[in-house]
T-cell receptor, first 112, second 114 residues
Framework: DQQVKQNSPSLSVQEGRISILNCDYT??????FLWYKKYPAEGPTFLIS?????DKNEDGRFTVFLNKSAKHLSLHIVPSQPGDSAVYFC???????????FGKGTKLTVNP | ETGVTQSPTHLIKTRGQQVTLRCSSQ?????VSWYQQALGQGPQFIFQ???????GRGNFPPRFSGLQFPNYSSELNVNALELDDSALYLC?????????????FGAGTRLSVL
């Protein structure tokens, strides 16, 4: 049973436009959420996180939104750049645990 | 560059064999987690070590075991390899326990079991 779901395996956007990556979760006990980015032949790299006490967190071009009632979070990248092309993983944690539960990932392609 | 290195990069084993994967943590990090990433899936938590003691385990059988050394490098051992063990194995180090301490991942070891 997958507790963290990324239903879009891939997403393609034009450079300069907004990229929106979505993530749904089923476990209402999750209270901390993270996004990781992964380039080929490299390990995942931390991007941004959000605590369940917030509904938005921003870091430069990256903003994560959390809708607890819908058990949904999204990552917005504005403006998108070709270097953002990577696989993006959504991850969740319960009770502050470092045991992260990952989604399957969404491959983002930003076209010049 | 995360400062977390894993060896070997690739490994081929046959069913029933045993394998040891190694991870060198980022300097100053006393916590390491191991993940298994099967093809087309996200990383799945195997276990974590904090100051040389196991500190949490995911849904993996006992034939998956680990060690953390005084210098905070670590090993993942898998006995009696099965075909389904074929995956990318990732280690991640962090400075202390807790989800809010960022986990820094290595590039992984690709294990193929034939």
């Amino acid at each position: 049973d997958q507790q963290v779901k990324q239903n879009s395996p891939s997403l393609s956007v034009q450079e300069g436009r907004i990229s929106i990556l979505n993530c749904d979760y089923t476990n209402s006990m999750f209270d901390y959420f993270l996004w990781y980015k992964k380039y080929p032949a490299e390990g995942p790299t931390f991007l941004i996180s959000i605590s369940s006490i917030k509904d938005k967190n921003e870091d430069g071009r990256f903003t994560v939104f959390l809708n607890k009632s819908a058990k949904h979070l999204s990552l917005h990248i504005v403006p998108s750049q070709p270097g953002d092309s990577a696989v993006y993983f959504c991850a969740a944690s319960q009770g502050g645990s470092e045991k992260l539960v990952f989604g399957k990932g969404t491959k983002l392609t930003v076209n010049p | 560059e995360t400062g977390v290195t894993q060896s070997p990069t690739h490994l081929i084993k046959t069913r029933g064999q045993q394998v040891t994967l190694r991870c060198s943590s980022q300097s100053g990090h006393n916590t390491v987690s191991w993940y298994q990433q099967a093809l087309g899936q996200g990383p799945q938590f195997i276990f974590q070590y904090y100051r040389e003691e196991e500190n949490g385990r995911g849904n993996f059988p006992p034939r998956f075991s680990g060690l953390q050394f005084p210098n905070y490098s670590s090993e993942l051992n898998v006995n009696a390899l099965e075909l389904d063990d074929s995956a990318l194995y990732l280690c991640a180090s962090q400075a202390g326990v807790g989800a809010k301490n960022i986990q820094y991942f290595g590039a992984g070891t690709r294990l193929s079991v034939l």
